[in-house]
T-cell receptor, first 115, second 112 residues
Framework: GNSVTQMEGPVTLSEEAFLTINCTYTATGYPSLFWYVQYPGEGLQLLLKATKADDKGSNKGFEATYRKETTSFHLEKGSVQVSDSAVYFCAPYVNYGGSQGNLIFGKGTKLSVKP | EADIYQTPRYLVIGTGKKITLECSQTMGHDKMYWYQQDPGMELHLIHY???????EKGDLSSESTVSRIRTEHFPLTLESARPSHTSQYLCASSDFGQVEAFFGQGTRLTVV
C-alpha cells in the first residue's frame, strides 16, 4: 500500500546548524511530493513541492529533491533559525485515477531550534 | 494567502453533547478534507469530499459524520461527544487539477 516514513523526532538543533529530515515513500506511479510545516497552534502550510523526478523544491531556505530511484524527498536547510521550530510533514500525493487522489502524510518530525 | 476558515478554534464540551465543527473556504475548491491529528502529531484522514453531495470515509474510522450541501461548506458533526473524541481537527481543500491542499487553522476539541 501507500505509505510514508519520516525521520522520528524530536530533533533539537542549535541556531545556524544544518538540518536534514529524511523522508521515503511507497506509492504507485510517480506522485507529486510535498513538505508541509505546522507552527505551534496553527494548521499546516505548504513549505515546498516537487512534481517530477529530479525536481528541486525550495522555499525559505529549505530544499528537497525528488529522488525517484530511492523514492525519497529529504528536507534540508543549511542554517536553521529559532523561527524554524515547528513540526514538518512529508506528504506524497497519491493519484487513484482521474482527478481522484489524496495526500498521504508522514507522522511528522518536530524540530526545536535553540538560540 | 489561503482562504479556509474553521470555527471554533477551541471547544470544551461535556460528554454526550452534539457538536458541529465548521469549515468554509472561499476559493471555490471542489475537494475538501477533514483530518484528525493526535497528540503525537500524526494526521489521519477521516472524511473527504470531491464536490457537492459527495462524501467519503477516510483511512481512519470515525464516529463523526460530514455533509457537503454547498461547495464552500464542509461541516463535521459528532452526535454524542465522548472523551475519546478529544483531538485537533484540521480541515483542508484543494482544486481539481491541483494536488496542493490548503489547510485551516484547526479546531482543538476537548470533551470532558
Amino acid at each position: 500500500g501507500n505509505s510514508v516514513t519520516q525521520m522520528e523526532g524530536p530533533v533539537t538543533l542549535s541556531e545556524e546548524a544544518f538540518l536534514t529530515i529524511n523522508c521515503t515513500y511507497t506509492a504507485t506511479g510517480y506522485p507529486s511530493l510535498f513538505w508541509y510545516v505546522q507552527y505551534p497552534g496553527e494548521g499546516l502550510q505548504l513549505l515546498l513541492k516537487a512534481t517530477k523526478a529530479d525536481d528541486k523544491g525550495s522555499n525559505k531556505g529549505f530544499e528537497a529533491t525528488y529522488r525517484k530511484e530511492t523514492t525519497s524527498f529529504h528536507l534540508e536547510k543549511g542554517s536553521v533559525q529559532v523561527s524554524d521550530s515547528a513540526v514538518y510533514f512529508c506528504a506524497p500525493y497519491v493519484n487513484y485515477g482521474g482527478s481522484q487522489g489524496n495526500l498521504i502524510f508522514g507522522k511528522g518530525t518536530k524540530l526545536s531550534v535553540k538560540p | 494567502e489561503a482562504d479556509i476558515y474553521q470555527t471554533p478554534r477551541y471547544l470544551v464540551i461535556g460528554t454526550g453533547k452534539k457538536i458541529t465543527l465548521e469549515c468554509s473556504q472561499t476559493m471555490g475548491h471542489d475537494k475538501m478534507y477533514w483530518y484528525q491529528q493526535d497528540p503525537g502529531m500524526e494526521l489521519h484522514l477521516i472524511h473527504y469530499s470531491y464536490g457537492v453531495n459527495s462524501t467519503e470515509k477516510g483511512d481512519l474510522s470515525s464516529e463523526s459524520t460530514v455533509s457537503r450541501i454547498r461547495t464552500e461548506h464542509f461541516p463535521l458533526t459528532l452526535e454524542s461527544a465522548r472523551p475519546s473524541h478529544t483531538s485537533q481537527y484540521l480541515c483542508a481543500s484543494s482544486d481539481f487539477g491541483q494536488v496542493e491542499a490548503f489547510f485551516g487553522q484547526g479546531t482543538r476539541l476537548t470533551v470532558v
